[in-house]
């Protein structure tokens, strides 16, 4: 899928995308720290101290220093944050816009009060045949990303604590580490350069003031929460901005409205597989970008939006013109119930069948209603739709690819869980000579 950006053709204009956004990040949050009036007199009192503060590029900070909104904008400033600014240093917003212009406040002002700036004046629009000649040049990359496998388990937070306070060789831990040992020597002989990883927030990042459905980390990094004993002794995770914004704009364009998250901290849902595939290391191996899902609060998506996401984010991958090793992670479940009178609910025998329809028959299980992992999974086993993006990420679902199952696991129990693991390796088809 080719990304549209022909709205940066328009003259005049600078359009706020993703690209944009991480270029400017700190450039907008440095605006939106002017919204006490303490910041604003400590700024106003030494600009170029206040400033200095940040971490700023030359550029951005001549371009706030010189007054000139142009370059700001052409630095990743976005007008709305860039009004803060504006305001504290007492410009109107036509007083801001008109310099954008060439014009004084007063005769942008006059120009508006006469109907504004025409929309069909040429230099207003687009030069057709330079638009017409972009999309020409657009052609599918001779090399891209792929995705090579998806991984699926269980990210129990007693788990993280097992491996945090030396236990995995007690009797009750031995077990559920013994069916992951396979899991490590396949993840060091296949280290991708990306993961992207499903999981869902457990009140670490996301309280209850804002309750995002799908949240696509396009950050650099992401530090650990402290979930109430302290953050885990892991690495912070390092992400990956450039392929993150890329799967923005072909999600977003592809009807699915994402929320992008440039900070955030990430909790066990997203450490633990980590450790599990990973071990105990220094500094993960990969790159990881966060896709978080609401399973906490209903309404929650279903497996069948799950798992067409799953199948957006793969035609997003192999859109990317680099050719990078990306594998899709899903995490959660199994069946587990963790509050009420059915608290410690265990169904082995849908567990089982839900990991045999998850490599046989994929689409029908993404027709699962909530209901139904409700009552046989458990309140908490909801978490199970995540695994169907990863799945719906592989090639088989689609374009004729198979898959390999590289490993499977089930125990009962983790604390209060059912543990459920499987990896599947993506074989993609082989080209044929008519493609």
Avoid at 92 to 109: D, H, L, N
Avoid at 344 to 370: K, M, S
Wanted: glycine share 8%; net charge negative.
């Amino acid at each position: 899928m080719a990304i549209d950006r022909s709205y940066r053709l328009v003259p005049g204009t600078t359009i706020f995308d993703a690209e944009q956004s991480a270029r400017g990040y700190h450039l907008n949050q440095f605006c939106m720290s002017l919204m006490t009036a303490e910041n604003r007199a400590a700024y106003l009192a030494d600009e170029r101290g206040y400033l200095d503060a940040w971490p700023l590029r030359e550029e951005q900070r001549r371009a706030l220093l010189d007054r000139d909104l142009n370059a700001a904008m052409r630095e990743g400033g976005n007008i709305y944050f860039l009004a803060k600014w504006g305001a504290t240093l007492g410009f109107s917003f036509q007083q801001m816009a008109g310099s954008m212009t060439g014009m004084t406040e007063q005769e942008y002002r006059d120009m508006m009060v006469a109907g504004g700036r025409s929309a069909t004046a040429p230099a207003s629009r687009i030069d057709h045949a330079v638009l017409e000649a972009a999309h020409a040049a657009d052609t599918p990359p001779a090399e891209h990303a792929a995705v090579s496998a998806a991984v699926f388990t269980s990210h129990v937070p007693a788990i993280g604590a097992a491996m945090d306070h030396g236990k995995t060789d007690e009797p009750y831990w031995q077990p559920v580490f013994a069916g992951y040992e396979p899991s490590r020597r396949w993840a060091a002989a296949h280290v991708p350069d990306v993961v992207v990883l499903v999981y869902n927030d457990h009140a670490s990042a996301f309280d209850l003031s804002l309750i995002p459905t799908f949240v696509l980390g396009t950050g650099a990094a992401y530090p650990t929460a402290d979930e109430g004993y302290g953050p885990r002794p892991v690495p912070g995770v390092e992400g990956d901005p450039e392929l993150a914004a890329h799967l923005a704009h072909c999600l977003i364009q592809d009807d699915f409205d994402l929320t992008l998250a440039n900070e955030m901290p990430v909790d066990h849902g997203l450490t633990v597989p980590l450790s599990l595939m990973f071990g105990e290391v220094e500094k993960w191996p990969c790159k990881v970008i966060p896709l978080h899902v609401n399973v906490v609060q209903y309404p929650v998506p279903s497996g069948a939006r799950c798992f067409e996401l799953g199948r957006a984010l793969r035609r997003a991958v192999e859109s990317y013109p680099r050719p990078l090793d990306v594998q899709v992670w899903g995490t959660g479940g199994m069946s587990h119930q963790l509050q009420g009178p059915r608290a410690g609910l265990i169904n082995r025998e849908w567990d089982n069948a839900f990991l045999d329809r998850l490599v046989t028959d994929p689409a029908g299980l993404a027709r699962v209603p909530h209901l139904e992992y409700v009552e046989e999974a458990g309140s908490e086993g909801i978490e199970l739709v995540m695994w169907l993006i990863a799945r719906g990420a592989l090639s088989d679902v689609d374009d004729g690819g198979t898959v390999d199952v590289e490993h499977r696991f089930y125990h009962v129990p983790a604390s209060n869980t059912a543990v459920g693991h499987l990896i599947l390796t993506n074989q993609h088809p082989q080209p044929t000579e008519e493609n």
